[in-house]
C-alpha cells in the first residue's frame, strides 16, 4: 500500500496555461480518493502528475514516504485505468490480462493462475480467448481494470473508467470496483465528473474547480455540510436553488433573512446566527436542495413562500415543481481564475479587481451608487435573475400548473454563503 502527498504542486502548461493551483492533498493507505468536478478543472491532469505522466511545475509529490517529483513512471509501482480501456488491440483478453506479468518476467504458471482467478471475479472467463475488438464497452473496461490489477500496484489511479458506458452498465461495474478495490486493500485515486459515482465510491472527496480544491471530506460531510456554494451545487442531483437575500435584525428581536416578497426569521438561540449577524445589512446567498421544500397546507405555521406553479416535470419515481415565487435568483460563484493570473502575470491587485467585479455582478444593487462605472454598464440580467424555486413533490402532486401554491421550507436546512461563495457559518467538519 502507498500513501500520496500533494505539497503546493502547481502545473503550468507552456503558454502560461495554470492547471493545478497549490495543490495540497493527502490520500492514505488503502484509502478511495475521488477527485471530482467539471470537465477541465484540471483532475486528469493532478492524476498523470501522479503517474509520472505530465511534469511536476513546482511544489512536491510523494509517494509511500518517497519524494516522486523526479521519479520515472514505471518507478512508481502505479497502475492506471483511462477512459477507453487502451487496451492492445493484437492481443486477446488473456495476452491483456498477462502483459504486465510477462513484462516483469514472472513465472508463467504463476501468470496462468492469476490471469485465470482474476478473469472469474471480473465475469469475463469466457472471454479469455477474444481479442478487444470483439468485445462489449463493459467488457473491455473490466479487462482494463483487470490489467491493472494484475501485477498488484501500491496504488490505482483511474481516470473516469466508466463514462463512456450506459447508466445501467455504470451501475454494475461502480459496484464491481468498489468490492475489488476495497478487498484488495489498494490506494485508489478515481477521477469522475458524475457526483453519484464520487458519492457512491469514496472514501473522501476533493473537489476541485479551475484547478483549485474547493472542498474535501466524507461524502456526507461534502454533500451535507459543504464548504463552499459551487460544491453544494455540483453535488445536487438536481439544480440547487441559490437565492438572494439581505440579512436584517429587526430591533435585534431575531435575525430576517429578506428575500424582498418573502422572510424567513432566524431566532438568536439558532447555532448560525451569530455568524449570519456580521452580515447585517448585506446580500447573502440562500441555498436550498429541492427536497428541502415541500407542498405545505394554509394551516402550516412555518416558514412559507408563495407563488405560482409554472411547470411539472416528471422524473419517473418523482414530480419537480417550477415555482414562480418573485425571490431573485443567483447563479453559482465562481472563484476568480488563477489561470488568468498565471497567463497575465496579474497580482493580487487585479484579482482583487475581479473579485469586485464578480460581487457586483451577483448583486448589483451593492455597489450601483457607489460605482459611477458600474452604473453606465447596461444591465442584461446576467446571474442576478427572478427565477422559480425548484420544488420536489412526491410521486403524486398535489398541484397542478397554474394553480397557486403553497411552499413550505425546512429552515434547518439553510445553506448559507457570502457573495463570493464562501459558508457564513463554517462546516462542522
Known amino acids: 500500500m502507498s500513501t500520496v502527498v500533494l505539497d503546493n504542486v502547481t502545473k503550468v502548461y507552456p503558454g502560461g496555461y495554470l492547471a493545478v493551483d497549490r495543490m495540497n492533498l493527502r490520500a492514505g493507505d488503502g484509502e478511495f480518493l475521488v477527485l471530482l468536478g467539471p470537465s477541465g478543472c484540471g483532475k486528469s491532469t493532478l492524476l498523470r502528475m501522479i503517474a509520472g505522466l505530465e511534469e511536476v ?16 513512471p514505471r518507478d512508481r509501482d ?18 491483456n490480462l498477462s502483459f504486465p506479468l510477462e513484462i516483469a ?13 482474476l478473469s472469474k471475479a471480473l ?3 469466457e472471454t479469455l480467448d477474444r481479442r478487444p475488438g470483439t468485445l462489449s464497452g463493459g467488457q473491455r473496461q473490466r479487462v482494463a481494470m483487470g490489467r491493472a490489477i494484475v501485477r498488484q500496484p501500491s496504488l490505482f489511479l483511474m481516470d473516469e473508467p466508466l463514462s463512456n458506458l450506459d447508466a445501467g452498465m455504470r451501475t454494475e461495474l461502480r459496484m464491481e470496483i468498489s468490492a475489488l478495490v476495497r478487498a484488495l486493500g489498494v490506494t485508489t485515486i478515481y477521477v469522475t465528473h458524475d457526483q453519484v459515482e464520487a458519492l457512491t465510491l469514496a472514501d473522501r472527496i476533493a ?13 456526507g460531510q461534502v454533500y451535507n455540510d459543504p464548504a463552499t456554494a459551487f460544491t453544494a451545487a455540483f453535488l445536487s442531483s438536481q ?22 416578497p418573502h422572510q424567513i426569521t432566524i431566532p438568536w438561540t439558532d ?32 416558514p412559507t413562500f408563495l407563488g405560482r406553479v409554472r411547470a411539472l416535470e416528471y422524473h419517473g419515481h418523482e414530480w419537480l415543481a417550477y415555482v414562480e415565487s ?51 454598464q447596461e444591465q442584461t440580467g446576467g446571474t442576478h435573475r427572478r427565477a422559480d424555486l425548484i420544488v420536489r413533490v412526491g410521486s403524486r402532486p398535489v398541484w397542478r400548473a397554474g394553480e397557486p401554491a403553497r411552499v413550505g421550507v425546512d429552515a434547518t436546512r439553510l445553506l448559507l454563503f457570502a457573495a463570493d461563495g464562501s459558508r457564513i457559518d463554517p462546516p462542522h467538519r
Open 57 to 72: 511545475t513546482s511544489g512536491d509529490l510523494w509517494l509511500g514516504g518517497e519524494l516522486a517529483n523526479d521519479l520515472a
Open 78 to 95: 502505479v497502475a492506471m485505468v483511462f477512459q477507453n480501456g487502451a487496451l492492445y488491440p493484437h492481443r486477446t483478453v488473456r495476452g
Open 105 to 117: 518476467k514472472a513465472d508463467p504458471a504463476m501468470v496462468r493462475e492469476r490471469v485465470t482467478e
Open 123 to 125: 465475469h469475463i472467463d
Open 207 to 219: 473537489i476541485m474547480n479551475r484547478g483549485v480544491l474547493q472542498d474535501l471530506g466524507t461524502p
Open 239 to 260: 439544480q440547487l436553488n441559490l437565492l438572494s437575500a439581505t440579512v436584517r435584525t429587526p430591533q435585534n428581536q431575531f435575525i430576517l433573512l429578506d428575500f424582498g
Open 271 to 302: 447555532p448560525r446566527a451569530y455568524a449570519i449577524s456580521q452580515h447585517v445589512g448585506r446580500q447573502i446567498i440562500v441555498g436550498l436542495r429541492p427536497d428541502c421544500l415541500a407542498p405545505v397546507p394554509e394551516t402550516f405555521d412555518g
Open 326 to 376: 418573485g425571490i431573485t435568483s443567483v447563479a453559482v460563484p465562481e472563484p476568480p481564475d488563477p489561470r488568468l493570473n498565471a497567463r497575465n502575470g496579474a497580482g493580487t491587485g487585479a484579482q482583487g479587481s475581479r473579485i469586485r467585479s464578480m460581487m457586483r455582478r451577483l448583486f448589483p444593487s451593492a455597489d450601483a451608487e457607489a460605482d459611477p462605472q458600474y452604473q453606465n
